[in-house]
T-cell receptor, first 117, second 115 residues
Framework: AQSVTQLDSHVSVSEGTPVLLRCNYS??????LFWYVQHPNKGLQLLLK??????LVKGINGFEAEFKKSETSFHLTKPSAHMSDAAEYFC???????????????FGSGTRLQVQP | DTGVSQDPRHKITKRGQNVTFRCDPI?????LYWYRQTLGQGPEFLTY????????KSRLLSDRFSAERPKGSFSTLEIQRTEQGDSAMYLC?????????????FGQGTRLTVV
């Protein structure tokens, strides 16, 4: 079984200040972890992914995340927020099912990031 | 645009009516997924196709829901006798099966409102 907890449903920051979106996961497997972003009326876009290589993962638009196995965390950070970062962010844990080959994605409930001017 | 496309983007229907949504995956992707997303929640898995075979269905997919993927290309999701609880965003995603950690690409979704 696997689950994801996004610790904050809403985060508000000022433009130019750091962003921290927190995610804790639980998985019976060696997980792959992802962060997706969803802008209003847009599909989900992959920001970055962890797949058991480097624990510090760099993604698009200046975002990065650090996998900490001891803390079962995969927090998303960005040094300096931009107005265009305002969106919903989803932390996702994944494993591949052996019987069907499906990549089973379990989504967190999302964190809405507001960026104030 | 070569991404995943979904049609329609929005659908308003009366309770009891049938609706059908279409998803066109990225052309070389052999895996296709349907998810449902309700307000304030992350997407939840509905069903999965590899090529034309429907290999997995979630318990969320009641008997009123049916999905097809003829010829392993586009897919349709039909909801019969819609209920207000079916109101949600229906997301389609596709991926390629080669390699262990292939990314799923999502469409923009179809927002269904049942009145």
């Amino acid at each position: 079984a696997q689950s994801v907890t996004q610790l904050d449903s809403h985060v508000s920051v000022s433009e130019g200040t750091p962003v921290l979106l927190r995610c804790n996961y639980s998985s019976s497997y060696s997980p792959s972890l992802f962060w997706y972003v969803q802008h209003p009326n847009k599909g989900l876009q992959l920001l970055l992914k962890y797949t058991s290589a480097a624990t510090l993962v760099k993604g698009i638009n200046g975002f990065e995340a650090e996998f900490k196995k001891s803390e079962t965390s995969f927090h998303l950070t960005k040094p300096s927020a931009h107005m265009s970062d305002a969106a919903e962010y989803f932390c996702v844990v994944s494993h591949t099912k052996g019987d069907t080959g499906r990549r089973a994605l379990t989504f967190g409930s999302g964190t809405r990031l507001q960026v104030q001017p | 645009d070569t991404g995943v496309s979904q049609d329609p983007r929005h659908k308003i229907t009366k309770r009891g009516q049938n609706v059908t949504f279409r998803c066109d995956p990225i052309s070389e992707h052999n895996r296709l997924y349907w998810y449902r997303q309700t307000l304030g929640q992350g997407p939840e898995f509905l069903t999965y196709f590899q090529n034309e075979a429907q290999l997995e269905k979630s318990r969320l997919l009641s008997d009123r829901f049916s999905a097809e993927r003829p010829k392993g290309s586009f897919s349709t999701l039909e909801i019969q006798r819609t209920e207000q609880g079916d109101s949600a965003m229906y997301l389609c995603a596709s991926s390629f099966s080669r390699g262990m950690n292939t990314e799923a690409f999502f469409g923009q979704g179809t927002r269904l409102t049942v009145v």
